[in-house]
């Protein structure tokens, strides 16, 4: 009995570990959506504070995301001064700079993610958001993450997405030539672009409308 307990241990737990990032992130999402309409101090940290300070094995985070403990280290550190600096301020102004850290947490698993959203088969959104621009970008790119993050939750999951910070990794902006942030790429199953829209305050209205009447060809939309 205890050697199948052993064998079970040892064929399941790279199936956990390999859902660290999916569950760091789900808990930041759900702080977004938790406190979008909240106007007091910034609430739902717990679960995300639990998840992040999770023991985790060296050579596991190096296999499975070509990351090093003390690249963890630093999001862990940074994740501690936002809450410092988010006790005495709004749930507003506590979401902007928690998008930043959101942001770094992208960097870290950055490669990670870029495989997993591009062989995904269902129609996927990218977010190109941005950690340096100035203040209106910055919140414009915090608002659209909530967006895209609402959307998802109100699509029960049928669309994947990927926000990544187009300052640091701005690879996919040059092969998909769209240069501002943020901006949002829509691709089918194929990674065939459906539709581009840059810079656009509307950008969830446009989502919906171009997803409800989508056509059976490629449209890029450039506008």
Not at 16 to 39: D, P, R, T, W, Y
Not at 118 to 145: D, G, V
Not at 163 to 179: A, G, M, P
Request: with cysteine; aromatic share 14%; glycine share 0%.
């Amino acid at each position: 009995m205890k050697r199948i307990i052993l064998l079970s241990l040892l064929y399941f737990s790279p199936n956990v570990f390999g859902q660290l990032f999916e569950s760091i992130e789900k808990e930041a999402a759900n702080v977004f959506l938790m406190n979008e309409n909240n106007s007091n101090s910034i609430i739902g940290l717990e679960k995300l504070r639990t998840t992040l300070s999770a023991d985790i094995e060296k050579s596991d985070l190096e296999k499975t995301y070509n990351a090093k403990p003390s690249v963890i280290d630093t999001l862990r550190r940074h994740f501690d001064l936002f809450e410092n600096e988010s006790k005495n301020i709004s749930s507003d102004s506590a979401l902007f700079l928690f998008n930043l850290w959101y942001l770094h947490l992208s960097n870290i698993f950055y490669d990670y993610k870029k495989e997993k959203f591009l062989s995904s088969n269902k129609t996927k959104f990218l977010l190109f958001s941005t950690s340096m621009s100035c203040h209106c970008t910055l919140e414009m790119c915090k608002n659209q993450t909530i967006d895209i993050l609402n959307f998802i939750k109100e699509n029960n999951n049928e669309y994947d997405y990927w926000i990544i910070d187009s300052y640091e990794h701005n690879d996919l902006q040059l092969k998909y030539e769209t240069f501002f942030a943020p901006s949002v790429i829509v691709f089918d199953d194929l990674n065939k672009v459906l539709l581009k829209i840059e810079y656009e305050q509307n950008m969830k209205e446009q989502l919906v409308s171009f997803l409800n009447h989508k056509p059976n060809t490629e449209e890029v939309n450039n506008e």
